[in-house]
Protein backbone atom coordinates (compact mmCIF):
# COMPACT_ATOMS: atom_id res chain seq x y z
CA UNK A 1 0.00 0.00 0.00
CA UNK A 2 1.04 3.49 -0.90
CA UNK A 3 0.71 6.97 1.31
CA UNK A 4 0.97 10.44 -0.67
CA UNK A 5 1.03 13.68 0.25
CA UNK A 6 0.72 16.91 -2.24
CA UNK A 7 2.67 20.22 -1.56
CA UNK A 8 3.32 23.11 -3.39
CA UNK A 9 0.31 24.75 -4.07
CA UNK A 10 -0.52 28.16 -3.09
CA UNK A 11 -2.22 31.47 -4.56
CA UNK A 12 -0.57 32.81 -7.84
CA UNK A 13 -1.60 35.61 -10.33
CA UNK A 14 -2.38 34.66 -13.89
CA UNK A 15 0.65 33.79 -15.75
CA UNK A 16 2.40 32.86 -12.97
CA UNK A 17 3.51 29.31 -12.46
CA UNK A 18 3.90 26.08 -9.40
CA UNK A 19 5.14 23.42 -9.13
CA UNK A 20 3.16 20.67 -7.44
CA UNK A 21 4.83 17.23 -5.92
CA UNK A 22 3.24 14.25 -4.01
CA UNK A 23 5.98 12.07 -2.09
CA UNK A 24 4.98 8.45 -1.45
CA UNK A 25 6.09 6.19 1.84
CA UNK A 26 4.96 2.59 1.76
CA UNK A 27 6.09 0.30 -1.14
CA UNK A 28 4.68 0.22 -4.73
CA UNK A 29 5.46 3.39 -6.17
CA UNK A 30 7.86 2.85 -8.61
CA UNK A 31 5.91 0.23 -10.38
CA UNK A 32 2.50 2.21 -10.54
CA UNK A 33 1.08 5.00 -12.61
CA UNK A 34 0.73 8.47 -11.07
CA UNK A 35 -1.69 10.94 -11.79
CA UNK A 36 -3.06 14.53 -11.11
CA UNK A 37 -6.28 15.31 -10.41
CA UNK A 38 -8.68 18.42 -9.76
CA UNK A 39 -11.30 18.97 -8.52
CA UNK A 40 -13.30 23.23 -8.30
CA UNK A 41 -15.95 23.94 -6.35
CA UNK A 42 -19.19 22.38 -7.67
CA UNK A 43 -17.41 20.52 -10.48
CA UNK A 44 -16.61 16.99 -10.47
CA UNK A 45 -13.05 15.40 -10.19
CA UNK A 46 -11.20 15.35 -13.54
CA UNK A 47 -8.02 14.26 -14.74
CA UNK A 48 -5.40 16.68 -14.92
CA UNK A 49 -2.17 14.26 -16.33
CA UNK A 50 -1.08 10.77 -15.91
CA UNK A 51 2.48 9.18 -15.92
CA UNK A 52 3.17 5.52 -16.46
CA UNK A 53 4.97 3.90 -13.90
CA UNK A 54 8.23 3.85 -15.72
CA UNK A 55 7.69 7.81 -16.92
CA UNK A 56 7.57 6.24 -20.57
CA UNK A 57 4.12 7.56 -21.26
CA UNK A 58 1.91 10.61 -20.28
CA UNK A 59 -1.55 11.80 -20.77
CA UNK A 60 -2.68 15.57 -20.71
CA UNK A 61 -6.21 16.72 -20.40
CA UNK A 62 -7.23 19.11 -23.16
CA UNK A 63 -7.25 22.05 -21.19
CA UNK A 64 -3.83 21.90 -19.94
CA UNK A 65 -2.03 20.51 -22.46
CA UNK A 66 1.15 22.86 -23.54
CA UNK A 67 0.99 24.48 -20.30
CA UNK A 68 1.35 21.74 -17.39
CA UNK A 69 4.32 19.10 -17.48
CA UNK A 70 4.22 15.72 -15.27
CA UNK A 71 7.27 14.33 -14.16
CA UNK A 72 8.33 11.49 -11.48
CA UNK A 73 11.70 10.09 -9.41
CA UNK A 74 11.43 7.14 -8.41
CA UNK A 75 14.25 6.72 -6.91
CA UNK A 76 12.67 9.65 -4.48
CA UNK A 77 8.99 8.07 -4.64
CA UNK A 78 8.24 11.40 -5.79
CA UNK A 79 5.74 12.63 -8.40
CA UNK A 80 5.76 16.46 -9.86
CA UNK A 81 3.40 18.48 -11.70
CA UNK A 82 4.95 21.76 -13.22
CA UNK A 83 2.42 24.42 -14.04
CA UNK A 84 3.03 27.52 -16.19
CA UNK A 85 0.87 29.82 -17.67
CA UNK A 86 -1.49 29.13 -14.82
CA UNK A 87 -5.22 30.88 -15.58
CA UNK A 88 -8.18 31.21 -13.23
CA UNK A 89 -9.97 28.42 -14.66
CA UNK A 90 -6.89 26.22 -13.07
CA UNK A 91 -8.20 26.89 -9.42
CA UNK A 92 -9.08 23.77 -8.36
CA UNK A 93 -8.05 21.30 -5.20
CA UNK A 94 -5.04 19.47 -6.61
CA UNK A 95 -4.82 15.51 -6.43
CA UNK A 96 -2.01 13.26 -6.12
CA UNK A 97 -2.80 9.56 -6.83
CA UNK A 98 -1.86 5.96 -7.75
CA UNK A 99 -3.51 3.60 -10.01
CA UNK A 100 -1.98 1.15 -7.68
CA UNK A 101 -1.87 -1.90 -10.08
CA UNK A 102 1.31 -3.21 -11.06
CA UNK A 103 2.85 -1.57 -14.28
CA UNK A 104 -0.48 -1.01 -15.54
CA UNK A 105 -1.16 1.93 -17.77
CA UNK A 106 -4.71 2.76 -18.18
CA UNK A 107 -7.11 5.86 -18.52
CA UNK A 108 -6.46 9.15 -16.71
CA UNK A 109 -10.15 8.56 -14.78
CA UNK A 110 -10.75 9.03 -11.33
CA UNK A 111 -11.88 5.36 -11.22
CA UNK A 112 -8.81 3.81 -12.19
CA UNK A 113 -7.33 5.19 -9.42
CA UNK A 114 -6.87 3.19 -6.07
CA UNK A 115 -5.01 5.77 -3.41
CA UNK A 116 -5.31 9.41 -3.27
CA UNK A 117 -3.73 11.87 -1.38
CA UNK A 118 -5.35 15.04 0.89
CA UNK A 119 -4.79 17.21 -1.36
CA UNK A 120 -3.40 20.74 -2.19
CA UNK A 121 -5.19 23.99 -3.38
CA UNK A 122 -4.30 26.03 -6.08
CA UNK A 123 -5.35 29.71 -5.92
CA UNK A 124 -4.94 31.39 -9.58
CA UNK A 125 -6.01 35.26 -9.02
CA UNK A 126 -6.96 37.52 -12.43
Known amino acids: QVQLTESGGGLVQAGGSLRLSCTAS????????MGWFRQAPGKEREGVSC????????YYGDSVRGRFTISRDNAKNTLYLQMNSLKPEDTAMYYC???????????????????WGQGTQVTVSS
Open 26 to 33: GSGFDHYA
Open 97 to 115: AADGRIMAWGLCVEYEYNY
Open 51 to 58: ISWNGGST
